[in-house]
T-cell receptor, first 116, second 110 residues
Framework: GAVVSQHPSRVICKSGTSVKIECRSLDFQATTMFWYRQFPKQSLMLMAT?????????EQGVEKDKFLINHASLTLSTLTVTSAHPEDSSFYICSAPHRGTNYGYTFGSGTRLTVV | SQQGEEDPQALSIQEGENATMNCSYKTSINNLQWYRQNSGRGLVHLILIRSNEREKHSGRLRVTLDTSKKSSSLLITASRAADTASYFCATPSNDYKLSFGAGTTVTVRA
C-alpha cells in the first residue's frame, strides 16, 4: 500500500532555531500534501495544504512566515518551523490523498517537536 | 477545521467486549472515514463508508452511516488489547481537505 515516510519522528530544539520536517511518498506521487498539528489529547487541526509546484495554502490563523512549506517534487513535501518557540511544541503530521477523496488517506508517522 | 463531535470522549472496556463510538458531522458528505491513532503515532485508515451506504463491515469493524441524522458509528467487536488507541472520524471536502471529529480514546483492559 501507499506509504508516507515522515522524519524526524522526534526533535528537540532551542528557542529561536528552525526545524525542518520532511514527508516523502515512497510508492506514489503526492501532488497534494496536508500538514496537521495535534496538541495532546486533541484532534488534528489542518495547518496548510501543499501542492507540488505551487505555493502552499494556509488555514486561517496559521502564519505562513512561521511555518514554511515547500513541495518541490511529487514525492517530497517539507514543513519548516522557523524561529521556534515553546508554544510551537506539538505533534505535526502530514497526509496525502493518494487515490482521491473516495479512498482513505495515507498519513506520516508524525513528528514530536519540543522547543526548549 | 473540525467537522463535528464524537462520543464518548473516552471508553474503557474489558478485553473481549465490544466498543461503540459515535460521530456527528455538519455538512453534506460524499463519504465518511474512520482512522485509528496509536499513542504518539500517525493515523491509520480503517474503513470508508460512502454516502449511499448504510452499513459496512471490515473484519471486526462495523460502521454505520445515517445521512438523515448526519451521524456515523464504529463498532469494534471482540476487542483486544491491541485495539487500545484513539479513533477519529473524518470527512473530505471537495478540495480534498479532511475534517476530523474530536476523537474517542479507547482503552481495552486485559
Amino acid at each position: 500500500g501507499a506509504v508516507v515516510s515522515q522524519h524526524p519522528s522526534r526533535v528537540i530544539c532551542k528557542s529561536g532555531t528552525s526545524v525542518k520536517i520532511e514527508c516523502r511518498s515512497l510508492d506514489f506521487q503526492a501532488t497534494t500534501m496536508f500538514w496537521y498539528r495535534q496538541f495532546p489529547k486533541q484532534s488534528l487541526m489542518l495547518m496548510a495544504t501543499s501542492n507540488e509546484g505551487s505555493k502552499a495554502t494556509y488555514e486561517q490563523g496559521v502564519e505562513k512566515d512561521k511555518f514554511l512549506i515547500n513541495h518541490a517534487s511529487l514525492t517530497l513535501s517539507t514543513l519548516t518551523v522557523t524561529s521556534a518557540h515553546p508554544e510551537d511544541s506539538s505533534f505535526y503530521i502530514c497526509s496525502a490523498p493518494h487515490r482521491g477523496t473516495n479512498y482513505g488517506y495515507t498519513f506520516g508517522s508524525g513528528t514530536r517537536l519540543t522547543v526548549v | 477545521s473540525q467537522q463535528g463531535e464524537e462520543d464518548p470522549q473516552a471508553l474503557s472496556i474489558q478485553e473481549g467486549e465490544n466498543a461503540t463510538m459515535n460521530c456527528s458531522y455538519k455538512t453534506s458528505i460524499n463519504n465518511l472515514q474512520w482512522y485509528r491513532q496509536n499513542s504518539g503515532r500517525g493515523l491509520v485508515h480503517l474503513i470508508l463508508i460512502r454516502s449511499n451506504e448504510r452499513e459496512k463491515h471490515s473484519g471486526r469493524l462495523r460502521v454505520t452511516l445515517d445521512t438523515s441524522k448526519k451521524s456515523s458509528s464504529l463498532l469494534i467487536t471482540a476487542s483486544r488489547a491491541a485495539d487500545t488507541a484513539s479513533y477519529f472520524c473524518a470527512t473530505p471536502s471537495n478540495d480534498y481537505k479532511l475534517s476530523f471529529g474530536a476523537g474517542t480514546t479507547v482503552t481495552v483492559r486485559a
